[in-house]
């Protein structure tokens, strides 16, 4: 009867252990997401800004080609 008791003791001991180490994981997943948002939001403003400058770059710059050509020659 000893063992019987210990076991649904144990079992149910178990049970709580998963709980909490579900608790605990869904937590620090959490934590890490809000990190990572928080540190990858600014990047991505600053790669978009990046590369929206360099795509306009080119065609300036080809403008600016063009009007340093046509400069030169006149």
Do not use: N, Q
């Not at 009867?1 to 994981?25: D, G, H, N, S």
């Not at 959490?30 to 600053?46: D, G, N, Q, S, T």
């Not at 795509?55 to 050509?69: D, K, N, S, Y």
Request: charged share 10%.
């Amino acid at each position: 009867m000893l063992e019987l008791i210990l076991l649904v003791l144990f079992c149910w001991l178990l049970i709580k252990v998963v709980k909490l180490a579900f608790k605990v994981a869904w937590g620090a997943t959490k934590i890490v997401a809000m990190v990572l948002f928080a540190l990858a939001c600014p990047l991505l403003v600053a790669c978009l800004l990046f590369a929206g400058s360099v795509a306009l770059l080119v065609p300036v710059a080809m403008i600016g080609a063009a009007f340093g050509l046509l400069k030169r020659c006149v």
